[in-house]
C-alpha cells in the first residue's frame, strides 16, 4: 500500500465496516499520551497536514518550555476524519502514582475535553476533582490509547 492508498484508506474508515458493524460506536479517539515535549502535538499537526494534503498549519500548539513543563494543560481534540479524532492530553514530567492516576483520568475521558488538566499532590485531591467532575458519559467513543515516546 503506497502513501495515497494508506491516505485513502484512513479517509474512508468506519466503524460500520466491520463483519459486527459498529456496535454502538460513532467515533474512534485516539488519545496521544506521553512525557512532557515528546511530540503529542507534532504528531496531530503532521497527521492533519498528510491527511488533509493541506498548507501546514500549527493546530495543536507544539514546542518545548525553558522550564520543561506542559505546552499543552487543557485537553484538547482535533478532528482527523469524520471517524477519526485525535486528542491531545496533557503530558507529564514524571511517573508518579497521582500523575498515573490523572493520566488514567485523561485516558478514559474522566476529564472532558476542553478542560484544564492540573496535577494534584495526593490522591484524595484527584479523586474529589473526578468525583466533581461534570461528566457526560459518551459511551460511543471507541478509545484507542497511543503512547507518544522519542
Known sequence: MDNQQLRAHILSFSLDGGP???????RVLLQL???NGHGKSSFINSCKYVIHEEEFIEHAEAGERQDHGAVT???KAYKLTENITLVDNRGYSK???????EIYAQLGNFIPIGEEVEWK?????????????????NYSDFIVPILVHR
Open 33 to 35: 499520551f506521553g512525557y
Open 20 to 26: 459486527r458493524g459498529n456496535q454502538g460506536y460513532t
Open 73 to 75: 494543560t487543557i485537553r
Open 121 to 137: 499532590k495526593n490522591y484524595s485531591e484527584v479523586m474529589d476533582k473526578l468525583e466533581d467532575a461534570d461528566l457526560d458519559p
Open 95 to 101: 511517573e508518579n502514582n497521582f500523575q498515573r492516576a
